[in-house]
């Protein structure tokens, strides 16, 4: 399930970067003294009692400003705001309210969103300032006293922070629906996909590139189950995002490939692979989800007797780090194989939620080590004590060893392929894990 998203705003120079790079733990935000160093959305995943959040670092808010950058900063903060399921708003306890912090209080009230108010630098340890009690006068509840160089008072922040998430078991309440982000560079044909599966116009279509922004759910149920089908913004390269709803839009396709069981890869049989439909499907590889990879247009394709065959061996080289995913040739012009990539999908899904018992795993294991025996190292041999499957989505695997340096990762291949030979798993990523134990003397 997609994680909630937590969102850190206010004025330029309250501290907003350093609090970010405080409780994600590591300095993805760059710091500095100039107000408006941070101008687009920074993301980070943060841990707190167990939960796990999304956090966005924003540009500083400067409601009345006519400069263009910070003009554009004011508008990637208010995407943040739409996609946040809690704000926190960043404060100085240094300079007290100014006229900007009751700006982006009134700003932040208007968009009915749960907020947490804490008003940093307060770095001194013990009873809180006297200058605290200013502001309530912002009307938005109890103000929490913060130190984001030295983490004192985000504990109970992020308490409040908390309270306001939606419900865990909310979250992870699963049904039989398969969740299928649909994912690729701009103009593949990702929407008319979606409008061919629905059977009407249920997301704009256009020959302009990026004329998605958003990520649009469709629900389809039919003979083969019940899907709800992501539609997603275009993902390309990174010098040619410069529009502000476009960098936006990027990150909301991320998280639908989060929230997604499966993800079909679009590529464009006209044009070709590209190196970002690689960047595109490693998103999905990484994230460990169901992978398809569905060849669009081949209705314009001139081909012979020969055409699908080679088209697919090329692919298979230009995608050699996902060759578990299956290919399929499609058109969502004309319909063609649209029944197949839904038993396709399902196929897939089943895969990416596989379950091996251990006593089957250690068959395998032990069949091929006979077989190949493991590598050895100035006189040391490698030694699989057994193997156990940890979890689902992605199927993922716990060897325990003798020395994890011994375990080269072409014997980890040879095994995963082993398990690949006996149970298939088609279509899904898998992870392996090294555990190291000592030999009990």
Same mark, same amino acid.
């Given at each position: 399930m997609a994680l909630p998203v937590v969102a850190i705003v206010g004025r330029p /120079?309250?501290?907003?970067?350093?609090?970010? /790079?405080?409780?994600?733990?590591?300095?993805?935000?760059?710091?500095?003294? *100039?107000? @408006?160093? *941070?101008?687009?959305?920074? %993301?980070? +995943?943060c841990e707190w009692l167990g939960r796990k959040m999304l956090l966005v670092d924003t540009g500083g808010i400067e409601p009345f400003s006519e400069d263009v950058i910070l003009s554009q900063m004011r508008r990637q903060a208010q995407l943040a705001i739409d996609s946040a399921d809690v704000i926190i708003f960043v404060t100085d306890i240094r300079t007290g309210i100014v006229a900007t &912090?009751?700006?982006?209080?009134?700003?932040?009230?208007?968009?009915?969103?749960? #907020?947490v108010l804490c008003v940093n630098k307060c770095d001194s340890v013990g009873e809180p300032p006297a200058e605290l009690y200013e502001f309530y006068n912002l009307g938005l509840g109890d103000p929490f006293p913060i130190s984001s160089v030295h983490g004192h008072g985000t504990g109970d922040m992020l308490d409040e922070v908390l309270k306001f998430l939606p419900d865990e078991q909310e979250e992870q309440e699963e049904d039989d629906t398969v969740k299928v982000a649909v994912i690729g560079k701009p103009n593949v044909g990702k929407s008319s996909l979606i409008n061919a599966i629905a059977g009407e116009e249920r997301v704009i279509v256009s020959d302009i590139a990026g004329t998605t922004r958003d990520a649009t759910d469709t629900l389809i149920e039919n003979s083969h189950g019940k899907f709800v089908f992501i539609d997603t913004a275009g993902l390309r390269r990174k010098s040619r995002v410069d529009?502000?709803?476009e960098k936006y839009s990027v990150i909301r396709a991320r998280m639908a490939v989060e929230r997604a069981h499966v993800c079909v890869i679009?590529?464009?049989?006209? +044009?070709?692979?590209?190196?970002? &439909?690689?960047?595109?499907?490693?998103?999905?590889?990484?994230?460990?989800? @169901?992978?398809?990879?569905?060849?669009n247009k081949w209705d314009a394709v001139e081909k012979d007797g020969k055409t699908m065959d080679s088209y697919r061996k090329k692919l298979m080289d230009d995608f050699s780090f996902m060759s578990y995913a299956p290919i399929i040739f499609i058109s969502a012009k004309t319909g063609q194989r649209l029944d197949?990539?839904?038993?396709?999908?399902?196929? $897939? /899904?089943?895969?990416?939620?596989?379950?091996?018992?251990?006593?089957?795993?250690? &068959?395998?294991?032990?069949?091929? *080590?006979?077989? $190949?025996?493991?590598? =050895?190292?100035?006189?040391?041999?490698?030694?699989? %004590? %057994?193997i156990t499957q940890a979890t689902t989505r992605p199927p993922t695997f716990v060897c325990f060893v003798n020395r994890k340096d011994l375990f080269h990762y072409s014997y980890q291949r040879y #095994?995963?392929?082993?398990?690949?030979?006996?149970?298939?798993? +088609? @279509? =899904?990523? *898998?992870?392996?894990?090294?555990r190291e134990r000592e030999q009990k003397k």
């Open positions: /120079n309250v501290g907003k970067s350093t609090l970010f /790079n405080k409780l994600v733990g590591s300095r993805l935000s760059i710091v500095d003294d *100039t107000p @408006g160093v *941070t101008r687009d959305r920074i %993301y980070g +995943e &912090d009751e700006e982006v209080a009134q700003m932040l009230i208007k968009s009915s969103k749960p #907020i529009d502000a709803i679009m590529i464009d049989a006209v +044009e070709g692979f590209t190196e970002q &439909d690689s960047k595109v499907a490693g998103i999905a590889h990484e994230q460990g989800k @169901g992978c398809i990879i569905a060849v197949r990539l839904f038993e396709l999908i399902k196929y $897939v /899904n089943d895969q990416n939620a596989v379950r091996i018992s251990t006593g089957k795993l250690n &068959d395998i294991l032990a069949e091929a *080590t006979a077989r $190949v025996q493991p590598p =050895t190292d100035k006189g040391r041999r490698l030694k699989i %004590y %057994y #095994i995963d392929n082993r398990i690949r030979e006996v149970f298939g798993l +088609e @279509g =899904t990523p *898998t992870r392996m894990i090294i």
